[in-house]
């Protein structure tokens, strides 16, 4: 089972929106609406951002939103800031036999 | 409060074993699976594999299947992730988190432990 592919970086102002996809297959994303994002600061532990790909968990900003199309997901920043700074990844499930995959990552930069 | 406190960092040489943990308080501990995940320094998540505690069936990445075993004991909200020949390349840090996932319907992490960082060096 192959990472979901994810750019490697992107860069926003702040204020700006950001867009940021994660790839998959028609054996992972594009067959469940189960993908989750997860916000990584560095040297921290990763943070639950959406999941089943639209949902906020309670405490997260309605800056952050999450669709789906095909075997592409996205996560959409809005109103960008300083604190947004960080890592960003992609999770699908993918099926009983593989479970769960992760994306390659995307590293956020705020100008 | 929902908490998952893991063990600290571990030093250990190639061939050596090692069982790490992940203690879960605040919830019902056999209510949700338990996954472990890779980092390795510099590079992305990687999911392992996960446990339900309740009855400690278990699923593995098959990346991961036959190098690690995990593990839970349920009296202690306990989970475990152990090598039995440690090798450079399992040089990481690990996290637990707990998955909440049900056939179909839903798979996340909703809570991560702080991590474990071990380091295989001869």
């Known amino acids: 089972q192959s990472a979901l592919t994810q750019p490697a970086s992107v860069s926003g102002s702040p204020g700006q929106s950001i867009t940021i996809s994660c790839t998959g297959t028609?054996?992972?994303?594009?067959?469940?609406?189960?993908v989750s994002w997860y916000q990584q600061h560095p040297g921290k532990a990763p943070k639950l951002m959406i999941y089943?790909?639209?949902k906020r968990p309670s405490g997260v900003s309605n800056r952050f939103s999450g669709s789906k199309s095909g075997n592409t997901a996205s996560l959409t920043i809005s109103g960008l800031q300083a604190e947004d700074e960080a890592d960003y990844y992609c999770?699908?499930?993918?099926?009983?036999?593989?479970?769960?995959?992760f994306g390659t990552g995307t590293k956020v930069t705020v100008l | 409060e929902v908490q998952l406190v893991q063990s600290g960092a571990e030093v250990k040489k190639p061939g050596e074993s090692l069982r790490i943990s992940c203690k879960g308080s605040?919830?019902?501990?056999?209510?949700?699976?338990i996954s472990w995940v890779r980092q390795m320094p510099g590079k992305g998540l990687e999911w392992m594999g996960r446990?339900?505690?309740?009855?400690?069936?278990?699923n593995y990445s098959p990346s991961f299947q036959g190098h690690v075993t995990i593990s839970a004991d349920k009296s202690i909200s306990t989970a475990y992730l152990q090598w039995s020949s440690l090798k450079a390349s399992d040089t990481a840090m690990y996290y637990c988190?707990?998955?909440?996932?049900?056939?179909?319907?839903?798979?996340?992490?909703?809570?991560w432990g702080q991590g474990t960082l071990v380091t295989v060096s001869s």
């Open positions: 988190a707990r998955l909440k996932a049900a056939a179909g319907r839903s798979f996340h992490f909703d809570y």
């Open positions: 605040g919830y019902s501990f056999t209510s949700y699976w």
């Open positions: 446990i339900d505690p309740s009855d400690s069936y278990t």
């Open positions: 028609s054996s992972d994303v594009g067959s469940y609406n189960l």
């Open positions: 089943e790909g639209s």
């Open positions: 999770c699908s499930y993918a099926g009983s036999s593989t479970f769960g995959v």
